[in-house]
């Protein structure tokens, strides 16, 4: 029993997003083999992997006020100095920008990076382009949300990528989010952009691997305090989609 639970608590639950798609291929997979024993195994491998792709550990996010945590486990891209989404209406100066790449195969399911107001929540169509690409953060398909960090904007930016086809957001303007909620999810690859207010001091570095809701990737200029949360108002257990 003792080892059981251990086990347990070693392999990390599937969100439940992933649920269509991995009985999906099983059942197919099922099938497949009737056919052909190479097929069944293919298939098999392909749900395997999907249940590594939409797995969703849990997360323990950092004590400590002003600290901004990363919205998505990848590695960490060049900082640069970047516009933020039109969309967004966070003006037209140049914000910090720390952006987030992830591979098929890291954890695709997003956090807020500060606890705080969701106020703002825009979408928009885009291409497809590689996601490590620069480019990918005007061009590609995205969905964008302001939170309001106790009187600092912050702006985190899922964008989808080559072979993502669907960007999800689990929660709406007006919530009210702890830093390392979860946000949203994006399959499959992806990026995500952190957008700062003037005065945060990024503390990660390029190339680093970020770990959503616990790796701090930077610390706002002005210490601030913890964005009350009500009961039952952050978005924790993300729906089935």
């Not at 992933?18 to 098999?44: E, K, Q, R």
């Not at 990848?74 to 516009?83: L, S």
């Amino acid at each position: 029993m003792e080892i059981w639970r251990t086990i347990k608590k070693s392999i990390p639950a599937v969100n439940s997003a992933g649920y269509p798609f991995i009985g999906s291929a099983l059942v197919i997979a099922i099938v497949a083999g009737l056919i052909s024993s190479f097929l069944f195994w293919a298939l098999l491998g392909l749900t395997i992997w999907l249940v590594i792709f939409f797995r969703d550990p849990e997360r323990v996010p950092p004590d400590g006020e002003g600290l901004v945590l990363s919205p998505a486990d990848g590695r960490i891209e060049p900082v640069t100095q970047a516009v933020p989404p039109a969309e967004l209406e966070m003006g037209t100066v140049p914000m910090t920008r720390v952006s987030v790449f992830l591979s098929i195969f890291d954890c695709h399911v997003n956090r807020t990076p500060v606890s705080g107001k969701v106020t703002r929540i825009a979408y928009k169509p885009g291409k497809f382009v590689n996601a490590d690409l620069n480019k990918s953060s005007e061009e590609n398909e995205r969905n964008s949300l302001l939170v309001d960090a106790g009187g600092q904007d912050v702006g985190v930016v899922q964008i989808a990528g080559l072979i993502a086809r669907r960007i999800v957001c689990w929660t709406n303007e007006g919530v009210v989010l702890k830093a390392g909620d979860r946000i949203g999810m994006i399959r499959f690859g992806s990026r995500l952009d952190v957008y700062l207010p003037a005065g945060a001091e990024v503390v990660c570095k390029p190339g680093q691997r970020a770990i959503a809701g616990e790796t701090v990737i930077a610390r706002l200029g002005t210490a601030i305090a913890r964005a009350p949360v009500e009961p039952g108002v952050g978005t924790t257990t993300p729906p089935a989609v």
